[in-house]
């Protein structure tokens, strides 16, 4: 059982450029979401999605686009890279929104825009 | 809105010794409480949870308590080991589930 896969591991971006960021989950989960980890500011949600074809807006959304067309993959985009936004990138997934339900992370991507 | 104030660190604790690292936060609602666990190069893991007032999580000798007049969630552990160095993450989801807030983190060492 995979659980959350992100690729790629690292990437380089000169300020501009656009990039996909892939997350893919293997366990039929309804919800997944986009973080951001940034030294002393912990985990900052980005997008999240509660299901195929809905999407919604975390703490973060500036400068970031995301789809969900499938229950397995919710990709995040990044339209013109900006230095601001080299960070530690993190695709979370979980059952049913619900209370309770926990994360279950990807192991990140580390991005880094010039 | 809702946050999580998590103490700061690093902290560096002799094996064997007591560990505690405070969480508290600010919330509408009832949200659920996490503490999460990150070790180098890897995503974060759940250690435990609590989904309401008075409920304990544990895990691997860990505990914590969901403490509503306190609005605590501090995460114990009675005898650390050298494996438990790591970061550790207080988190809540608000009341729809939809939304997660995560603290600053903690890093933790435990030396022989």
């Known amino acids: 059982n995979a659980g959350v896969t992100q690729t790629p591991k690292f990437q380089v971006l000169k300020t501009g450029q656009s990039m996909t960021l892939q997350c893919a989950q293997d366990?039929?989960?309804?919800?997944m979401s986009w973080y951001r980890q940034d030294p002393g500011m912990g985990l900052r949600l980005i997008h999240y999605?509660?299901?195929?074809?809905?999407?919604d807006q975390g703490e973060v959304p500036n400068g970031y686009n995301v789809s969900r067309s499938t229950t397995e993959d919710f990709p995040l985009r990044l339209l013109s890279a900006a230095p601001s936004q080299t960070s530690v990138y993190f695709c979370?997934?979980?059952?049913?929104?619900?209370?309770?339900?926990?994360?279950?992370f990807g192991n990140g991507t580390r991005l880094t825009v010039t | 809105g809702d946050s999580v104030t998590q103490m700061e660190g690093p902290v560096t604790l002799s094996e064997e010794a007591f560990l505690t690292i405070n969480c508290t936060y600010t919330a509408t609602g009832y949200p659920s409480l996490f503490w999460y666990v990150q070790y180098p190069g890897e995503g974060l893991q759940l250690l435990l949870k609590?989904?309401?007032?008075?409920d304990k999580g544990s895990n691997k000798g860990f505990e914590a308590t969901y403490r509503k007049e306190t609005t605590s969630f501090h995460l114990e552990k009675g005898s650390v080991q050298v494996s438990d160095s790591a970061v550790y993450f207080c988190?809540?989801?608000?009341?729809?589930?939809?939304?997660?807030?995560f603290g600053t983190g903690t890093s933790l060492t435990v030396i022989p």
């Open positions: 366990m039929n989960h309804e919800y």
């Open positions: 609590a989904t309401k007032a008075d």
């Open positions: 999605s509660v299901g195929a074809g809905i999407t």
């Open positions: 988190a809540l989801s608000d009341f729809t589930g939809n939304q997660f807030y």
């Open positions: 979370a997934s979980s059952t049913t929104p619900r209370r309770g339900a926990p994360l279950h």
